[in-house]
């Protein structure tokens, strides 16, 4: 999946936490919001704060997704709350997909 087409998905799939979502998928959303936050943030404080919360949805959702296309529960997000443990869901993020299908649905389709 390409960076254009993760961000499409990511966006029309705003609140939906129900499937699977493949690394790339992930690691690309997690790119644009990266540059967007950079970029808003040299902007203004109120424009970040905007684009903060345009991505706060999408991000947990695609962070379920992901946490679902490798068999855990979405709720593993929570972990964020704690500082180190933190680490854990990086390793989570980047572990392959399960290339069955699991609990949450078929395996994401990857194009190259």
């Given at each position: 999946?390409?960076?254009?087409?993760?961000?499409?998905?990511?966006?029309?799939?705003?609140?939906?936490?129900?499937?699977?979502?493949?690394?790339?998928?992930y690691?690309?959303?997690?790119?644009?919001?990266?540059?967007?936050?950079?970029?808003a943030?040299?902007?203004?404080?109120?424009?970040?704060?905007?684009?903060?919360?345009?991505?706060?949805?999408?991000?947990?959702?695609?962070?379920?997704?992901?946490?679902?296309?490798?068999?855990?529960?979405?709720?593993?997000?929570?972990?964020?709350?704690i500082?180190?443990?933190?680490?854990v869901?990086?390793?989570?993020?980047?572990?392959?997909?399960?290339?069955?299908?699991?609990?949450?649905?078929?395996?994401?389709?990857?194009?190259?």
């Amino acid at each position: 999946m390409d960076f254009q087409t993760a961000v499409k998905t990511c966006f029309n799939k705003y609140a939906d936490f129900n499937g699977r979502a493949s690394r790339s998928e992930y690691w690309w959303f997690v790119l644009a919001e990266v540059i967007v936050l950079i970029v808003a943030s040299l902007i203004h404080q109120y424009v970040y704060g905007i684009a903060a919360l345009a991505f706060l949805l999408p991000a947990l959702a695609v962070g379920a997704r992901r946490l679902h296309d490798i068999g855990k529960s979405g709720w593993l997000q929570l972990l964020m709350i704690i500082p180190i443990v933190n680490l854990v869901l990086i390793y989570f993020y980047v572990q392959p997909s399960q290339p069955a299908s699991n609990n949450y649905g078929e395996a994401p389709v990857v194009s190259a």
